[in-house]
């Protein structure tokens, strides 16, 4: 039996003292929900800060990318060790945004992967097809490629802490989500293509989160699908009480 996890990808969003207000209201807000892991990833910015308040709260605490070396003359960039400092003890992966705008090729990604594991923190390793890719029948190449690289070099051992998202590019920000038996087809095949990469054992027990346009109203039928252990939450993150319902229609999912 896997875990639910909700995670919040805040992205370029929330100022030092706006995020400090969020975290506050989560914290309070989902005091009870114990039967669901929950995760917020603000900006590098307001890491440190969000910290400090959810030192005493069960709330996991993420980046949303990391530099691939540990340090040195990258001007702009962060590491996993400095994450780690800041008090964050988890990563995004290869978002489809990083892929999109700032060239995080599969190549690249599994070197963060593997940064990321080197630092100590957990990974959450993003996938997902584009519309194009989808409407040429291409989905489960997309997916085959980007796991395969982006899972490059990783023993089953060490696949203890991952975690994958799977966020199909046309339903992120665009209020276009997956149907749930779209994103329940596209989760099995993530979970078969891991298996034939890391066994079954690790497949089985890997949790992969849905991401795209996930809202209180149709959270709960994405979770209720059987390979949906999750959802990574952008838009919908920054609002207290959004995001909490998406957390409290996971307590309420039984699998
Ligand atoms: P969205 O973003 O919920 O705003 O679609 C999801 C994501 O990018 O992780």
């Known amino acids: 039996m896997r875990k639910l996890l909700i995670a919040g990808n805040w992205k370029m969003h929330m100022l030092n003292h706006e995020a400090v207000g969020l975290a506050r209201q989560l914290k309070v807000k989902l005091l009870g929900a114990h039967r669901v892991d929950v995760l917020v990833c603000p900006p590098f910015t307001a890491l440190t800060a969000v910290a400090e308040i959810l030192s005493d709260s069960d709330l996991h ?6 530099h691939d070396m540990r340090c040195g003359a990258y001007t702009g960039e962060v590491s996993g060790e400095m994450i780690r400092s800041a008090g964050g003890s988890w990563v995004l992966i290869g978002h489809s945004e990083r892929r999109q705008l700032f060239g995080d090729s599969d190549a690249w990604t599994n070197r963060k992967l593997h940064a990321a594991l080197e630092a100590g923190l957990r990974p959450v390793l993003c996938v997902g097809e584009t519309l194009a890719e989808r409407q040429a029948g291409r989905l489960d190449a997309v997916l085959a490629r980007q796991l395969e690289a982006g899972l490059a070099g990783l023993s089953p051992a060490a696949a203890g802490t991952l975690t994958l998202a799977y966020e199909p590019v046309w339903a992120i920000g665009t209020g276009v989500v997956a149907t749930p038996a779209q ?7 993530v979970r078969r293509i891991v298996g034939g990469l890391l066994g079954s054992e690790v497949a089985a027990s890997r949790q992969i989160l849905y991401g795209g346009s996930v809202k209180p109203d149709n959270a709960r039928q994405l979770l209720e699908q059987p390979d949906i252990d999750g959802a990574l939450v952008g838009g919908a ?11 409290l229609a996971g307590e309420g999912v039984v699998k």
């Not at 605490?61 to 990391?66: E, H, I, P, S, Y």
């Not at 993150?237 to 957390?247: G, N, T, W, Y």
Request: zero cysteines.
């Open 237 to 247: 993150s920054l609002k207290a009480d959004e995001f909490s319902a998406i957390v």
């Open 183 to 189: 994103a329940q087809e596209a989760h099995a095949v």
């Open 61 to 66: 605490l993420g980046a949303q990318n990391l």
